[in-house]
T-cell receptor, first 114, second 118 residues
């Protein structure tokens, strides 16, 4: 079955450490996205990529970095510069960055930084 | 500023009952509106999409409506089941102001948390 795989499901880190969240898709989608979900808030866009080797900042990119070396993979690094990194992170993909293409989400990674 | 407001914030209903969730938006220019279902600890899954010309669309026991004039949408769930317990998120897509100005912008609502109890 095609889909998006995020790993790990739970991640714990000490403050000051960088951490990388994995996102892999086998849907052959061009567009990939990273969102952050906090309690009581709507999803907020961190970064997105429409094609390999290209990505754009979203609304809350500060303290995060991404790469898109392969079509299937879009890892997110949460750096020590991110002030409030504890959150639920969702990766998504779409056939193209087209309004009518639905987002296909992974099942998220819950990051806890202490 | 583009905004999507959902109500109620949370809702508890008895199994077998119907319910309606609301979504009001100020996104302009409007492209489409999509409802997602998010089970606890999982990613959202698309239920239905509404474009400007559509008033009603059904997906099994889920029926979405759209009033583009008043910028309101609703999601009606019929004969609720325990598995309907989830958060329901309204997402509105706005068209770029002109060609080449950029990509479609998605604005997410905060969601309505529905609990169906036996």
């Amino acid at each position: 079955d095609g889909g998006i795989t995020q790993s790990p499901k739970y991640l714990f880190r000490k403050e000051g450490q960088n951490v990388t969240l994995s996102c892999e898709q086998n849907l052959n989608h061009d567009a990939m996205y990273w969102y952050r979900q906090d309690p009581g808030q709507g999803l907020r866009l961190i970064y997105y990529s429409q094609i390999v080797n290209d990505f754009q900042k979203g609304d809350i990119a500060e303290g995060y970095s991404v790469s898109r070396e392969k079509k299937e993979s879009f890892p997110l690094t949460v750096t020590s510069a991110q002030k409030n990194p504890t959150a639920f992170y969702l990766c998504a993909s779409a056939r193209e960055r087209d309004s009518n293409s639905p987002l296909h989400f992974g099942n998220g990674t819950r990051l806890t930084v202490t | 500023k583009n905004q999507v407001e959902q109500s109620p914030q949370s809702l508890i209903i008895l199994e077998g009952k119907n319910c309606t969730l609301q979504c009001n938006y100020t996104v302009s220019p409007f492209s489409n509106l999509r409802w997602y279902k998010q089970d606890t600890g999982r990613g959202p899954v698309s239920l239905t999409i509404m474009t400007f010309s559509e008033n009603t669309k059904s997906n099994g026991r889920y029926t979405a409506t759209l009033d583009a004039d008043t910028k309101q949408s609703s999601l009606h769930i019929t004969a609720s089941q325990l598995s309907d317990s989830a958060s329901y998120i309204c997402v509105v897509s706005g068209r770029p102001p002109y060609s080449g100005a950029g990509s479609y912008q998605l604005t997410f609502g905060k969601g309505t948390k529905l609990s169906v109890i036996p």
